[in-house]
């Protein structure tokens, strides 16, 4: 059974920082992190293969960082300098392949976490 688990949400202040974590125990899949705000669709915001190569939304490049733990099966998405358009619930997503499909579409990733909610503001 797929159970992926996310943690590290939380308000912060625009510019400030915070970083998400989401385990999948045993897995070693392509992974990545998604973002739903009110109102609007679903959007790829970055992902890592098992082999540690990663894609980011134009959004969020040099702003966020995604990396992966495989000691611990956990991936990690440091975010810095957040802006409120960043504002939104964060889910952590598993694909049952080796590398990540470009570009990042929900349809590709099989199995999702509980979400956990980032707030920025202004």
């Known amino acids: 059974q797929v159970q992926l688990v996310e943690s590290g949400g939380g308000s912060v202040q625009a510019g400030g920082s915070l970083r998400l974590a989401c385990t999948a125990s045993?897995?070693?899949?392509?992974m990545g992190w998604f973002r739903q705000a009110p109102g609007k669709e679903r959007e790829g915001v970055a992902a890592i293969d098992r082999f540690g190569s990663t894609m980011y939304a134009d959004s969020v490049k040099g702003r966020f960082v995604i990396s992966r733990e495989d000691a611990n099966y956990t991936m990690y998405l440091q975010m810095d300098n957040l802006k409120p358009e960043d504002t939104a619930m964060y889910f952590c997503?598993?694909?049952?392949?080796?590398?990540?499909?470009?570009?990042?579409?929900?349809?590709?990733?099989?199995?999702w976490g509980q979400g956990t909610q980032v707030t920025v503001s202004s």
């Open positions: 997503a598993l694909r049952l392949s080796s590398y990540c499909a470009r570009p990042m579409q929900a349809v590709d990733y099989n199995h």
């Open positions: 045993g897995y070693r899949w392509c």
